[in-house]
């Protein structure tokens, strides 16, 4: 990079590339999900929402780790050309 250039800023970034995260996100809800209401039946029901939220807050990083990884490998800087 050269000091004395402008650069822009370029995304092109689509839906598609974050598509099969956004899937698996939903999965990993789903998937707590069922197991919470599988747990409420038991006779410590607080034990189900531990654990939906335990799932939930530790996959959240993971998660934000994929997208800013994702979104950071999309991002361009192409020098202005002089008019």
Do not use: K
């Amino acid at each position: 990079m050269n000091p004395g250039i402008p650069y822009a800023v370029r995304c092109n970034l689509a839906f598609g590339d974050i598509y099969l995260q956004v899937m698996a996100w939903m999965a990993v809800i789903f998937v707590s999900l069922a197991a919470g209401l599988a747990l409420m039946g038991s006779s410590r029901p607080i034990f189900a929402l531990v654990g939906v939220g335990l799932i939930l807050v530790l996959s959240l990083p993971f998660l934000l780790f994929a997208f800013v990884t994702t979104l950071l490998n999309h991002i361009q800087l192409e020098p202005l050309q002089a008019d």
